[in-house]
């Protein structure tokens, strides 16, 4: 079954390693910004490979 | 006469009448159940309820330190466990039953439209017939509301003994460590047997569905769902140890990150992603037993 993350108040200079942690397990990521932070909202796939289970 | 009697049948089906033929067939008899009450099954079916009686008038006027108030718990944990896998055990049963009473209903109905149509009824009869039509499709989705029944079944049966064993546990621990009175043993049995009822159920439910999100495709009409989580941003320092077990030379370090894998999924983490254990405000006390049972510097 898929799954969905979503993280709120990321600043800006994490953004760029979440994005890259993200990316090294399978997952597509978007990316919203309200009072200066970002939330990332990012679905992984079934069987993603950051993550066996 | 064709549609007195089509309706007097319609009666019947949804009396259950007609449905005493799949009596026993739906699953093989509980081994502590007989439809004789002299039967030793029978007998047998009541040991925890007499055992649990008897414990609880053993235990009455004695103080907490008496042995006699960890026996009433072990019986009464044994009586709420019993109850509970027997209920399940009826719910089974009530859901094969009404999937054939719904079969039976819509042969019944299909032949019942047709005789109407022939015949000419008059209104009241076909007004008749339309009211047990309606009620009979309230019964089904009363009967779905209860949600219990249904493909599921098993899976809550599952969690729900999972939590019994939890507050089991739990019980037995304070009934030793905290030497329960007899009035506090009493009042943590019933709360223990609280654990399996039908609010709690839909509890889990809830909770469960509030964790999903189900999307339809809108051209071919297909139903997914995915599981949603929420957190908040915290980065602290396991969380950096952990990111520098798992990538090496800027990069994920493969053979780690399948031990990182196996240690979230022993402990219960399987559905959660690295990159969320890592910076999630809820995982701070998972990380930081994760750098340890890890033994990472």
């Known amino acids: 079954m898929p799954r969905t993350e979503i993280m709120r108040g990321i600043p800006e200079d994490q953004k760029q390693r979440i994005e890259d942690e993200y990316r090294a397990v399978g997952a597509t990521t978007t990316w919203t910004k309200q009072d200066g932070l970002w939330t990332v909202t990012a679905t992984i796939p079934d069987a993603p490979a950051g993550n066996g289970g | 006469m064709k549609t007195v009697l089509l309706v007097a049948v319609t009666a019947l089906a949804l009396a259950g009448c007609m449905t005493d033929r799949t009596k026993g067939l739906f699953n093989p008899p509980t081994i502590h159940a007989s439809d004789d009450a002299a039967a030793a099954a029978s007998i047998a079916g009541q040991v925890p309820v007499d055992q649990y009686y008897a ?150 439910l809830d909770a469960t569905l509030n964790k999903t999100d189900a999307k339809r495709n809108p051209l071919t009409g297909q139903i997914s769902v995915e599981v949603k989580s929420e957190d908040t941003f915290q980065f602290d320092d396991s969380s950096k140890r952990l990111k520098s077990f798992w990538w090496t030379d800027g990069a994920p370090n493969r053979t780690n990150e399948a031990a990182l894998n196996k240690w979230l999924a022993q402990n219960g983490l399987a559905s959660v992603s690295i990159p969320f254990f890592l910076n999630g405000a809820q995982f701070a006390q998972f990380r930081a037993k994760a750098v340890k049972d890890l033994n990472l510097p």
């Open chain 2, 55 to 204: 414990a609880v008038k053993n235990a009455q006027a004695k103080a907490a330190t008496d042995p006699e108030i960890g026996i009433m718990v072990d019986k009464g944990v044994g009586l709420v466990s019993a109850y509970c896998l027997r209920w399940f055990q009826r719910l089974d049963d009530s859901q094969r039953r009404f999937a054939m009473q719904q079969k039976d209903f819509n042969i019944i109905r299909d032949l019942g439209t047709a005789l109407l149509g022939i015949g000419g009824a008059n209104s009241t009869i076909v007004g008749t017939y339309g009211a047990l039509n309606t009620a009979y499709t309230g019964i089904a989705e009363n009967f779905n509301e209860a949600v219990l029944a249904g493909p599921t079944t098993a899976k809550i049966k599952s969690q729900m003994m999972d939590m019994l064993n939890q507050s089991e546990k739990q019980l037995r621990a304070d009934a030793v460590a905290k030497s329960l009175t007899f009035t506090q043993a009493y009042n943590r049995i019933e709360l223990h047997a609280d654990t399996c009822t039908y609010s709690t159920v839909r509890n889990l």
